[in-house]
């Protein structure tokens, strides 16, 4: 039998100690980063309420910070939100050696570049995960459903590196697939993301049938799909046609939800709008490209950010 | 000596009171209808702070509400706010008799059509009041600045009507003058208006620097302004070419300053949206003019109204 692959998660918040948890599962050694509760998870482990049953797990060791830090980890998986004032290379760099393989498991478009750009000989997996997840307690998660992750190398497919990753998150219990294109697969899940999640954070925390039944909300919506379809477009990922329709008709066959980014906004916490948003008004800047209203969107959120003069 | 004319204010808050007590200092009779502070405003008038001098004033008459209504007086001036939910005939219809004048001083664009229709033999002034002043009691009321109103017949001049209303003001110690076209003024004033107004509110309460100052944000304003300017010109009312530049430059030459939409919606209390933005919107929708930026501000406010679903 092959050595048992190592692991560690950098953010094993709700999401990164889900995917650990599969990991574990799987029969790999993993480890955790856990800067502001460390102890908790070192005595108790993960707990998780889940329909796959018992997924609790104990890490392998619970790293404080960097100061303790190996590189020999086979496979990193950064699993923090994608905040402009969180440095993601400099919270990588100190665990990741010459042959560990990235993985991102996180929210937004164009977020891999940078990555790869900073660790150019190691293989990069971006993944984008399909789930509801939420940390109730330091060391409990509670997994209301879904699991699928999607994973595609950038910007070659690493097909070595993802085919065990994506196996062991199988034998874990969830579906696990390998995209040919994962940046197209970013643009589609955008096509919902980067309109309803910042207008339900500049409405004050509006769920999804506040937003669809408003006097011209739907139309709102279709027109900011409309500009991220365009924006797609000129990046060179098309995305079937139906796909705005697509996008109401199941957003009005679930009931109203209130998504993360305005549950995270309603809470203080900080939001991935520049992830979601600001990244594609920037790409349609460089493409000179009119997207009027996902930049005022992305115009009010900043507003909100300058500090008061008065 | 003529008789002297009779007034009677509905809505004599901040502004009704202010310019109440002009006409009461030029000598006419002013009676108010004031339904939940009349018996204070009854016996204590209106007391101000004011770079006028003392204009503290005693009502003639305080009415409570409409079943104490006589429809005699020479002069009614609506000054409430325009909000959808408050049916500005029904508050007038009591109080307005055959030669009654009905004078707005409102804030808005398109808010003359209604009263114009509906009381079609009376003559109509739509007043537009350049003025900071704040009600800080029932019945006392703080003036810190200016009261220019401009004063104009909608939709015809009504110069008999308007030329002893602006003499009265004037003599009441402010500059009043009368537009030859007062659409025209107030889309004027809703090149500023229109976007600073409710782009504070979305982003809860920006001040004028915030706005200007954040990434994108003076961009923004100014394409909103921009769109302002496009649907004035498709009405007939072109405006100036250097409009949204004086805007700008006046704004920056101004300190900091959170505008009264931002202070209702601040406090709680209804906000002009529909008056200063829906309308504009509506207006550009007749024309099949695109104006983006404000049907997404638009949108993204009537969203925070709809009721929520979870």
Redesign the interface.
């Known amino acids: 039998m092959a050595q048992a692959k190592t692991a560690l998660i950098i953010g094993a918040g709700a999401i990164g100690s889900f995917y650990g948890a599969l990991l574990y599962k799987a029969g790999w050694q993993v480890s955790v980063v856990a800067r502001s509760h460390a102890s908790i998870v070192q005595q108790e482990g993960y707990k998780f309420e889940s329909p796959l049953g018992d997924i609790s797990w104990q890490p392998h060791k619970v790293y404080r910070d960097a100061s303790e830090a190996v590189n020999t980890f086979d496979y990193v998986l950064l699993c923090t939100k994608v905040l402009p004032q969180l440095d993601r290379v400099k919270l990588l760099a100190p665990w990741v050696g010459p042959n560990t393989v990235i993985a991102l498991i996180q929210n937004g478009i164009d977020i891999e570049a940078p990555i790869a750009n900073a660790f150019p000989n190691n293989p990069l997996l971006s993944c984008i995960a399909f789930i509801a997840v939420t940390r109730v307690a330091p060391s409990k998660v509670v997994h209301k459903a879904f699991g699928h992750l999607k994973i595609g190398g950038y910007p070659i497919n690493y097909q070595q590196a993802a085919e065990p990753f994506a196996e062991a998150l199988i034998a874990g219990g969830i579906k696990a697939d390998i995209a040919d294109d994962i940046v197209a697969e970013r643009w589609l899940k955008c096509v919902w993301n980067t309109p309803f999640n910042p207008?339900s954070v500049?409405?004050?925390g509006?769920?999804t049938?506040?937003?669809l039944?408003?006097?011209?909300?739907e139309?709102?919506i279709r027109?900011l799909m409309a500009e991220v379809v365009a924006v797609a477009k000129a990046e060179g990922h098309a995305l079937p046609e139906a796909v705005i329709d697509k996008n109401i008709e199941s957003t009005r066959a679930m009931?109203?939800?209130?998504n993360s980014m305005a549950i995270d906004y309603l809470n203080g916490r900080d939001t991935e709008t520049a992830a979601i948003l600001g990244n594609v008004v920037a790409i349609a800047q460089r493409h000179r490209l009119a997207t009027?209203?996902l930049?005022?969107?992305?115009?009010?959120l900043?507003?909100?950010?300058?500090?008061?003069?008065?």
Do not use: K, T
């Open positions: 207008a500049l409405a004050n509006a769920d049938l506040q937003m039944d408003a006097p011209g909300g139309a709102f027109a009931p109203a939800y209130r009027p209203r930049e005022a969107m992305w115009a009010l900043q507003i909100r950010q300058e500090p008061a003069q008065v």
